[in-house]
């Protein structure tokens, strides 16, 4: 456990020292941005930058992970283009000779579903929550356009291929003597949202339910009251000590739960008091968020942020 211990410390200086958009590509002899690190014995994770999906880091601004067992390998998001995903696999390879006997994916957005026809073309099966495969069936074809107009060549040989596994709240399997919990916990970031819960080493792969070094995106409609109530319940009831969230360098849950709740729970309560005076939407985009301007992509998003909790909490 030394080892392991050693590990989270390295990754939460890593997140503090590099955490930056303008950082240039950490791994450029390949498309992933930064190359796989072994976080806990068997399970690593590629770190996606914490800057919105661009040509220069080909799509891969998400934590792409994979657990390799002793029969078999579990990877963790597809990707965001066949090619991403085809790097990861060159990286996993790497590390072990054992095959890839599933992928999941941990949302329905690109950065985690847009790789499956890579893996679907090696035959691997490929797991999603039910919500997830209806946003990806519902929404693929412009998430896809969205990946080309960024990636232009980078796209090449990606289509959309949607999960051929579904589950609705749990999907529980062993491989290689490792357990490995499929869990949705409840509403969070988005549809379909999927934990993967590793109890044997107390590590959860979060996915989006849990943020720190970027800041959350609220999605028009999301709520985040039911993000708060899931994250503080059934998530944090895990126990987990070791999280790997779906942006940022693998942690523990104390970072996590700042980085999340933290900034939900603010942004509400400073939404609820704009509210009370009688503010307006057009006010509600300039309430005070300063306190998080150290996160990445704070400018892209704290606005859009501001306005959707508005929208959601004027009707509580």
């Not at 919105?52 to 078999?72: A, I, K, M, R």
């Not at 579990?74 to 995903?85: E, P, Y």
């Not at 994916?105 to 679907?120: P, R, T, V």
Request: hydrophobic letters at 40%; glycine letters at 10%.
């Amino acid at each position: 456990m030394t080892r392991v211990l050693s590990t989270v410390a390295l990754m939460i200086a890593a997140g503090a020292a590099q955490a930056s958009e303008d950082i240039a590509d950490m791994y450029p002899q390949s498309e992933l941005y930064s190359k796989p690190v072994e976080f806990v014995p068997g399970v690593y994770s590629a770190i996606g930058a914490t800057a919105p999906p661009t040509y220069e880091n080909s799509g891969h601004n998400n934590n792409l992970s994979f657990v390799v067992t002793g029969d078999g390998v579990v990877v963790v998001n597809a990707g965001a283009s066949a090619r991403l995903a085809a790097a990861l696999h060159a990286e996993i390879k790497a590390v072990t000779d054992q095959p890839v006997k599933l992928v999941i994916n941990e949302n329905g957005q690109g950065h985690a579903m847009l790789g499956n026809s890579y893996w679907a073309d090696l035959g691997v099966d490929i797991l999603a929550h039910e919500d997830a495969i209806h946003e990806g069936a519902e929404e693929g074809d412009f998430i896809l356009q969205g990946m080309e107009r960024y990636n232009k060549d980078k796209a090449e040989g990606t289509r959309l291929v949607v999960a051929n596994l579904s589950f609705s709240d749990r999907y529980d399997f062993e491989m290689g003597g490792m357990t490995f919990e499929v869990l949705h916990l409840g509403a969070a970031h988005g549809p379909g949202d999927t934990q993967v819960w590793l109890p044997q080493l107390s590590t959860v792969i979060a996915g989006d339910i849990a943020f720190h070094e970027r800041m959350p995106p609220i999605f028009e409609g999301a709520c985040t009251s039911c993000w708060i109530e899931t994250f503080e319940g059934p998530f944090t009831d895990l126990g987990a000590t070791y999280v790997i969230p779906g942006h940022g360098h693998p942690t523990n849950m104390d970072v996590v739960t700042v980085g999340t709740t933290g900034y939900l729970r603010d942004l509400r309560e400073k939404i609820g008091a704009h509210i009370d005076e009688g503010g307006d939407l057009s006010g509600a985009y300039y309430v005070d968020q300063s306190a998080w301007t150290h996160l990445d992509t704070f400018e892209e998003l704290a606005t859009k942020n501001a306005g959707r909790v508005f929208e959601e909490m004027e009707w509580e």
